[in-house]
DNA sequence: TAATAACCGAGACGGTACGTCTCGTCTTAGG
DNA sequence: CCTAAGACGAGACGTACCGTCTCGGTTATTA
């Protein structure tokens, strides 16, 4: 999407309702109809809009398609119950309830190929869906360290992509199942493979 | 692909050169320009052959790459050191070694995408590039198991994601590194998170 | 148009029918429609045909409608009464007829208007619609000075651009009618206004 | 063009640097780029002007070219020189001098093409071009015929369309040259063909 | 002086045709 | 039946331009 960097607004505004309305018909025909029989012409008739009006925010299908996933976002809360397993736990079903929500399930994998093409895609997606619940689960982690419940010398990166790896493999590859015995499975096996040993052993 | 039920040839027999070159050409243009700006024009060109020879074998593009992408799938030993660690170790090792290759590495995000709309693409990369390997660390933690270093009541399934998961999760999303240190981090994880409490205690 | 110059037909050859849907599309649509109505899309529909088996024979709109409109050029035959005023007379009948008739007549401005930026559909018109009628002039007007009715040092490009022009100024700028009076009207005056001088002194 | 009927200016008045502006860009650019590639858009960059600026003043593309070519209309005087073929020369050169002009003649062509689909631009073009000097030469070969230079009943239409026709034909359709060798051409064609026959017998 | 009305530049808007592209199929002549 | 070459129908793509509309602001006349 192109933004303007200055505020000084010249000429005719862009109409917000034009914005909404062509998010919205993307959204809408995504979820209809797939990625794969999705039609620039079709979201410019649903929105009521000219395909002008669309090119003139998105340079492409792709650009839009980006767009309209990064709409999806939502909120992270970082719970803080005292309970390193339980934080954990949390988060991960947070992610586990993005990726069961159909319309996000089904835009993945088509966002995955079209980031390799399209770095800036690529990095709001990242942004918009990993890095939140990824410096999320860093606190976390960071705090069970502090805590004494996980190791101080963990790789942080790993254990990030420990939790986070299956999840998507499972979304993207295998096809098993996302839910709640996958996010506590993650979880649990994080706080047991790096447990803080030097605390087993003074016990 | 097709294959031919019967083996009596009636007429011309297909030329096993032209299935070559088109395999050949095709890996090339995949390797050289992408998954998205690979045509199926460029192909035939390029194989010097004309469209309907590839027509003829591949029912369609997405069916003609995973064919050539099924062609780069290598052989997996599955060790038996004696040692259970060092058996997932190779068995992932093997596995950073394909996704270290620069046109494996290439291709595999485009085929995600092209999964979800091609059931019998799916299952042709599930079982070129997945299956092998899960069912060698399958036997391979069922070996752990039965020696003691695993905990018999582990979730297989997830067990398997976990060493699988954060490779894929690094190439597909994270751009995060593959390499050994990945490949022993993982296993380590799951030799300790998995391993078998009761001989701990034992012990 | 696009022709090969060499017989060798390699692949498959263009179908005929498909030539000819297209032309018959492009006329009956430029006769039902005009010219600024025209669109290569309706052409398609209507030829029942696709858009690229249309741009594969003219690379743009304004090359089709020349093919259109050459393919009306009417055959012209050459008369030879023995009366040079009859010969004329006879020609500027058959053009008169030409664009006596709707289609040929709307066309001739739009066309008048793509020959500037299209030389070479300005050759095609000059050639279809012109060099014929006004090789036959030429002729008839060379017989007439070897009989002795025209002057034999007479502007004989002048003589046809007088024969040919008011026809055409009437059809593009001022909307006169275009008749057999005036046919003879100009016949008369070429007749009268290079007549040769010598026999006239001499009678 | 709009003109306000009532003389009571309400409100900013127009300004007239503004009605200049787009006259000149307009015809610089229809000289640049030639009438095809002509755009609104670049009239309003060119001009420094909103291109609401233009449509207020001009309902649509065509109007404004006709404009900017009514604008190149220049004086026609017409001559009583006492010599009916003089004064015929005269005016004739008076146009041969009008199309000698590259962009006059650049843009006839397409305004020919305009004229057809618009009405109220043919008439302005008729005005603009023909009419004036149209009523000149018929004054002449009234005068003409006054004077006994020229047949009483000769087909006045048809004599200006002979005179006319020609140097259109040449700027339209054959290329051929516009000269004072055409002016003097066709006026001693008109002069012999429509002499007064009645005083060369009494002669 | 204030209100009103039409002007101004900039540029977004809906609409629509264009010419390009690719897919997967079909049609030749020839091996 | 195979082969190479390439035409075919279908239909989405992204671009271009038109003529209109909207914004914030300006410049005159009228109240």
Redo the contacts with the bound molecule.
């Keep these: 999407m192109i933004t303007s960097s200055t505020t000084t ?7 917000a309702r ?1 914005d909404r309305a062509i998010l919205a018909a993307s959204l809408e025909l995504i979820a209809e109809v797939g990625i794969h029989d ?4 079709d979201v ?1 008739e649903r929105a ?6 669309i ?3 998105y ?3 792709d650009e839009l398609v980006g767009a309209t996933v990064a709409a999806l976002v939502s909120e992270i809360d970082v719970a803080d119950t005292g309970d390193t397993r339980e934080d954990i736990v949390a988060l991960m079903n947070g992610a586990v309830d993005v990726y069961t929500d159909p319309i996000r399930a089904a835009v993945m994998p088509s966002l995955v190929g079209a980031m390799q093409r399209r770095p800036e895609l690529a990095r709001t997606i990242r942004e918009g869906f990993l890095t939140g619940r990824r410096d999320a689960l860093r606190e976390v982690l960071t705090r069970g360290i502090a805590r004494g419940d996980l190791a101080a010398d963990l790789d942080m990166e790993l254990a990030l992509d420990v939790l986070g790896g299956p999840l998507f493999y499972r979304l993207l590859i295998t096809g098993g199942p996302i839910n709640r015995e996958l996010a506590e499975g993650v979880a649990d096996l994080v706080m047991r493979g790096f447990a803080d040993t030097m605390k087993e052993k003074a016990a």
């Design positions: 607004t010249i000429g005719r505004p862009r109409d034009t999705f039609r620039m012409d410019a009521r809009v000219g395909k002008s009006a090119y003139r925010r340079r492409s299908k």
